[in-house]
């Protein structure tokens, strides 16, 4: 999910109308829940809670995919949740910034943190899921179209998967260009298909009445609980409207779902309603495939796996994206990330989670092997994803916006009972494959939680030792030999001798003439201008204590923020400078603060945690790495 740049409106080009941008809109951020329609009305019938195939539940499952469209998707996300945007940037972690900000350090912020996390969490797992159960379920197209090659169907799944992955290095903006124009394609063809159904038993048009929602959980409550394990599937994706909002706005992501994405939905799974109707059982096998006429059936493959495709970079993206995110907010250690494209700062490709995402949906396809099996682990992530949102947007709406309680108490109400509802009968999904997103949710919790308690820890243990920086400088500055040049010295806290200056004094014994102090700071906010950057000291005796500030949409770049630096003697040159880093070793001990599991996996973090030379992007000739030692 990429971000715009720097400046002005976060990826909006000025020459961008809101048309064009509806249009990319429809093919970034409509890919997941465009592609629903391959397998969620089939799921609900023929899946692991099976419906009798009779006119009221098919009514009743229309409805209700109708229903939680326009409560969850138009009303909750369109309409409410995307006024909340951090400085046009939106998500669980920029939402989560947001309330933070406001919230201060009111006593139960901290579990409003970690609902956050938690729903970043569940995210991995859904990105797994996703590109799996979206390939496979439009490649098995194949096997209708074609069934002597049904039994090709998961090799080419890997295939396109291995090929999907193995493209991300070289960036998504060329293809990306593309995803407009198929995604367009592909919803005008699932309308067109779905509308000539329609008028082959147009009495399925009366899904639209709330009535048959209401009957079909009136008649047979248990069956319509059961069954919302797969209505929810309709609707994953939702959150993507969200996330991908700093890329497009959010009057276009509005434009392209209610003028077109969400009318070509609903005529499909109509559509696929009216089919049933007529054929019976026999349409079942995949009601997706067969609205289509045999000859145009392949076509229609070939069409439908483009959009998979589309639908997992968009989520692949997105996870590259999220993982971004949760670096410069201090929730994950720094990894290698690689820019693929010189105009748009967003479109970033990070090796780690790139292979590790790959390996994990390859392992999903052969050991699923169908949609339908993956789509037993599918939704838990999602609705739990959505059931979070809701409690954060329970708390925007009464602390940040204020909202009046008579119209905020019923409104959270009927968000909480629907996603819970949702939740709670993907729950029922747990054993048949619903641990997986739970499982993996759990372990990304345990890492992103213990990541941040443990840097915590490590600072506040080094602070311990840390030495006032006055009292530093009056003793060195006269005791120590002045050479020419600029040091910089990296440090995590604004207050103390950083460790690399104590050892470099201990062991060369001179001191540099111009002395930088710098914390590299991640604001709350996804961006901070240029001019608002750099937070500059002067502390004496050539002694500098600089803060720059980073949003957390945003690459550290030292070099450039000090290139522009003024204030502190004569203009800072790379050749004249040298940059002291510490590297910490761990030392696992009783001292309370985290169990001892949980501080061998800190270690073994921060031991594969990318090089802050590189990541802060210093010169490799100009770098110095001294080594401390730090109990936690």
């Known amino acids: 999910?990429?971000?715009?740049?720097?400046?002005?409106?976060?990826?909006?080009?000025?020459?961008?109308?809101?048309?064009?941008l509806a249009v990319g809109a429809v093919g970034i951020v409509f890919g997941d829940i465009g592609t629903s329609p391959l397998y969620a009305f089939r799921e609900t019938f023929a899946g692991h809670h099976k419906l009798t195939l009779d006119p009221a539940h098919?009514?009743?499952?229309?409805?209700?995919?109708?229903?939680?469209?326009?409560?969850?998707?138009?009303?909750?996300?369109?309409?409410?949740?995307?006024?909340?945007?951090?400085?046009?940037?939106?998500?669980?972690?920029?939402?989560?910034?947001?309330?933070?900000?406001?919230?201060?350090?009111?006593?139960?912020?901290?579990?409003?943190?970690?609902?956050?996390?938690?729903?970043?969490?569940l995210f991995y797992g859904d990105s797994m899921i996703?590109?799996?159960?979206?390939?496979?379920?439009?490649?098995?197209?194949?096997?209708?179209?074609?069934?002597?090659?049904?039994?090709?169907?998961?090799?080419?799944?890997?295939?396109?998967?291995?090929?999907?992955?193995?493209?991300?290095?070289?960036?998504?903006?060329?293809?990306?260009?593309?995803f407009g124009p198929i995604m367009l394609t592909y919803f005008t063809v699932i309308a067109t298909l779905g509308a000539i159904s329609i008028f082959r038993y147009p009495a399925v048009l009366s899904a639209f009445n709330p009535y048959w929602a209401v009957h079909f959980f009136?008649?047979?409550?248990?069956?319509?609980?059961?069954?919302?394990?797969?209505?929810?599937?309709?609707?994953?994706?939702?959150?993507?409207?969200?996330?991908?909002?700093?890329?497009?706005?959010?009057?276009?992501?509005?434009?392209?779902?209610?003028?077109?994405?969400?009318?070509?939905?609903?005529?499909?799974?109509?559509?696929?309603?009216?089919?049933?109707?007529?054929?019976?059982?026999?349409?079942?096998?995949?009601?997706?495939?067969?609205?289509?006429?045999?000859?145009?059936?392949?076509?229609?493959?070939?069409?439908?796996?483009?959009?998979?495709?589309?639908?997992?970079?968009?989520?692949?993206?997105?996870?590259?994206?999220?993982?971004?995110?949760?670096?410069?907010?201090?929730?994950?250690?720094?990894?290698?990330?690689?820019?693929?494209?010189?105009?748009?700062?967003?479109?970033?490709?990070?090796?780690?989670?790139?292979?590790?995402?790959?390996?994990m949906v390859i392992l999903l396809v052969l050991f699923f092997q169908t949609s339908s099996n993956l789509t037993s682990a599918y939704g838990i992530a999602v609705t739990g994803a959505m059931f979070i949102d809701t409690c954060l947007l329970a708390v925007l709406l009464f602390t940040l916006w204020r909202w009046n309680p008579l119209y905020a108490v019923p409104l959270v109400a009927v968000f909480a009972l629907v996603d819970g509802a949702y939740f709670a009968a993907n729950l029922t999904k747990v054993p048949d494959g619903g641990w997986f997103p739970l499982l993996i949710g759990l372990i990304a919790f345990t890492l992103l939680t213990t990541w941040a308690k443990g840097r915590k820890l490590m600072i506040e243990r080094m602070r311990e030792a840390a030495m006032p920086i006055m009292i530093f400088i009056e003793s060195a500055a006269s005791s120590a030999t002045r050479v020419p040049g600029t040091a910089v010295f990296m440090t995590s806290t604004?207050?103390?001798?950083?460790?690399?200056?104590?050892?470099?004094?201990?062991?060369?014994?001179?001191?540099?003439?111009?002395?930088?102090?710098?914390?590299?700071?991640?604001?709350?906010?996804?961006?901070?201008?240029?001019?608002?950057?750099?937070?500059?000291?002067?502390?004496?005796?050539?002694?500098?204590?600089?803060?720059?500030?980073?949003?957390?949409?945003?690459e550290p770049d030292v070099p450039a923020a000090l290139k522009q630096l003024t204030g502190c003697g004569p203009a800072i040159k790379m050749m004249d400078t040298s940059f002291f880093l510490a590297r910490q070793t761990l030392l696992p001990s009783a001292r309370p603060g985290m169990a001892?599991?949980?501080?061998?996996?800190?270690?073994?973090?921060?031991?594969?945690?990318?090089?802050?030379?590189?990541?802060f992007r210093l010169p490799t000739n100009r770098v110095v790495e001294l080594g401390s030692q730090v109990e936690i």
Not at 1 to 20: F, I, L, T, Y
Not at 134 to 144: C, D, R
Not at 244 to 269: E, K, T
């Open 218 to 359: 009136l008649a047979n409550s248990q069956a319509a609980f059961l069954a919302l394990g797969s209505v929810v599937l309709a609707v994953t994706g939702a959150e993507a409207l969200y996330a991908d909002m700093g890329h497009f706005g959010r009057g276009p992501i509005r434009v392209s779902w209610l003028a077109f994405v969400l009318p070509a939905l609903m005529l499909n799974y109509m559509g696929q309603g009216a089919l049933l109707f007529v054929e019976g059982q026999a349409a079942l096998v995949s009601p997706f495939y067969l609205l289509a006429p045999q000859w145009f059936q392949l076509p229609l493959v070939g069409i439908a796996t483009l959009a998979a495709i589309i639908a997992s970079q968009a989520v692949i993206s997105g996870a590259f994206s999220v993982t971004h995110q949760a670096i410069q907010l201090g929730f994950m250690p720094r990894l290698k990330i690689l820019h693929t494209s010189a105009s748009t700062v967003g479109q970033i490709y990070i090796p780690m989670i790139n292979w590790m995402l790959m390996v």
């Open 1 to 20: 999910m990429p971000a715009g740049p720097d400046a002005g409106a976060r990826g909006h080009e000025p020459g961008q109308g809101r048309w064009k």
């Open 130 to 178: 996703t590109p799996a159960v979206s390939v496979l379920s439009a490649v098995e197209g194949l096997a209708i179209a074609m069934p002597a090659f049904g039994g090709l169907v998961v090799p080419i799944a890997v295939m396109i998967l291995v090929f999907l992955f193995s493209i991300q290095s070289s960036g998504t903006a060329r293809v990306g260009a593309l």
């Open 58 to 121: 098919i009514l009743g499952v229309i409805s209700l995919m109708f229903w939680s469209m326009i409560l969850v998707v138009t009303i909750k996300y369109v309409a409410i949740i995307m006024r909340a945007d951090n400085k046009g940037e939106g998500g669980s972690l920029a939402l989560l910034a947001l309330i933070n900000a406001s919230m201060g350090t009111k006593k139960w912020t901290g579990g409003i943190v970690l609902l956050g996390v938690f729903a970043t969490a």
């Open 596 to 615: 001892i599991w949980r501080e061998k996996v800190f270690a073994w973090m921060l031991r594969n945690a990318e090089s802050a030379m590189e990541f």
């Open 494 to 554: 604004p207050d103390g001798v950083p460790h690399a200056l104590l050892h470099n004094l201990k062991h060369n014994k001179v001191l540099h003439e111009r002395v930088i102090l710098l914390t590299v700071k991640i604001a709350d906010s996804p961006y901070v201008e240029p001019e608002g950057r750099c937070r500059l000291e002067d502390l004496g005796r050539g002694f500098h204590r600089l803060v720059v500030v980073y949003g957390f949409m945003q």
